[in-house]
């Protein structure tokens, strides 16, 4: 059990049948009344954020959180499928349980799968990935304008915008939270 007067950044705890994560919080004591607890709390299973108040002496069952490493291996019609890398364990996740930063993902990355009581319900791909150019228009010699960019469809058939010297066969990295091109790799 956890009190609301203890809760920092990250803490994870159970609320009415849901999964809560503190995402920040204020111990507020104000002149008249009692002190209380002002908080902004996601539910990790659906990403809502809300805004709540608490009272510091209220408990809350902790909520362990499970965070593990493991590969992508494949994907089918509707599902992909994960790898504990110790048990050798299939893990099937949904594709509609996947976010957009996903696009940057192919096979044999490590990600971080999340869950909570053996269900999963998220899935963090790396940071940063390095993927290969597979289309995009040729570069021009002396067109050294700064910040001009031109699509380019990644290895995964995602696209993203680059610089105009990077060609086809171009390994670049990507940060997978902003979907935006970062610098060439050297391959």
Request: hydrophobic share 35%; with cysteine.
């Amino acid at each position: 059990m956890i009190s609301a007067g203890d809760f920092r950044n990250g803490v994870t705890f159970e609320e009415d049948g849901n999964v809560m994560q503190v995402v920040e919080f204020q111990h507020v004591k104000p002149g008249k009344g009692s002190a209380f607890v002002r908080t902004k709390v996601k539910n990790v299973i659906t990403g809502g954020i809300v805004e709540k108040s608490y009272n510091p002496s209220s408990k809350f069952p902790t909520a362990f959180v499970e965070r593990k490493d493991m590969e992508f291996t494949y994907a089918d019609d509707d599902f992909y499928y994960f790898m504990d890398n110790e048990t050798y364990e299939q893990v099937p996740v949904s594709k509609s349980e996947l976010g957009d930063s996903f696009k940057f993902v192919k096979e044999n990355m490590v990600c971080k799968v999340h869950s909570y009581k053996g269900k999963t319900f998220d899935v963090e791909p790396p940071n940063v990935v390095e993927l290969e150019i597979v289309e995009t228009d040729p570069g021009f010699k002396g067109d050294t304008a700064t910040n001009v960019t031109k699509p380019a469809k990644l290895e995964t058939g995602a696209e993203v915008k680059v610089p105009l010297f990077i060609d086809i066969g171009d390994f670049i990295r990507i940060d997978t939270r902003t979907g935006e091109y970062i610098e060439r790799a050297n391959k």
